[in-house]
């Protein structure tokens, strides 16, 4: 698979890279939308003899600017960087973004990011999507972008949007999906099954004890999940190509977490394999098929029995994949 490394600035590519050229924006999800703009980028770097790179913020503009309302992520870090590798990038520039950078004019960004440094690589070209902006209150926008990197020498490519139901491609639309609980729909978006991403820690261990299913746990609250309830999955350890046939439970566990309800919780119980240790491990699990909802058993017996039946579902919605 192609490497794509990640740096914090160009600067660090000075004395490494020649030139380059640079798709800018927050590449949540690195959905069908954002591939065309990869695929362009590439297009790009042939014709300018230049490397391909990407250039996004880390953590996202909203989750700085408005935290209490900033958007779920599609895709965490790993991810990101392991799909933009896929798609061929060879950089992956993962700017910090803070108050005082927000405050920055789209000239300022521009003439700060790319072009300050003699040093730095020459930047021949861009990509954007045509809906991006940038810049302080968000006033610069992809055709400023165009104009202002002419003086530079550097040229611009403006990316139309991706549609898919008549309706553009976008993030906010795919985690609305994802969120209503339809994954095939978010799936054609992503060009990819849904997928959450973590690192398993140590849980209660009832699922082990009481119910005699024994789970890998993780949780994170910055990622989007789907309706709770379980699904059948794949899961793959993170840096592994093979993936094993799974059942997930995404929710807060009311039968079991009785004191922790409200906290988000993924449980994968690996159906082969099961003697795979995944404590302290990063694991992907991609959500195949909605099963049930998540709800309160009368016991844990009930839920037991639940489990099991679960579990030949699960067999045989996987089985025809």
Known sequence: ????????????????????VVAIGVFDGVHRGHQEIFRQLLELAREKNAVPAVLFFEPFPKTVLFPESAPKKLTTIEQKRKLLA???????????FTHELAAESPEQF???TFFQCKEYPQVVGFCVGKNWHFGCKNSGDA???????????????????VWYQKKMISSTRIRRVISAGKLSEASE???????????????????????QCATANFIDSTLQYPPFGVYAAYTRLWNEKKCYRSIVYIGDAPTIRKNEIGRVVTEIHLLQEKEIDLYGKCVEVALISFLRCSRKFASVEALKQQVAEDIVQTNAVLEDR
């Open 1 to 20: 698979m192609n490497k794509c490394i990640s740096v914090a600035s160009l600067a660090e590519l000075s004395g490494k890279v020649e030139r380059i």
């Open 86 to 96: 896929e798609a061929g990038i060879s950089y992956s520039i993962e700017m910090p």
């Open 110 to 112: 521009l003439h700060r």
């Open 143 to 161: 055709a400023f972008l165009q104009k202002l990197s002419r003086e530079y020498g550097a040229e611009a490519w403006i990316v139309k949007p």
């Open 189 to 211: 978006m992503l060009g990819r099954p849904v997928a959450l991403c973590g690192t398993v820690i140590h849980g209660l261990g009832k699922a082990s004890g009481e119910l």
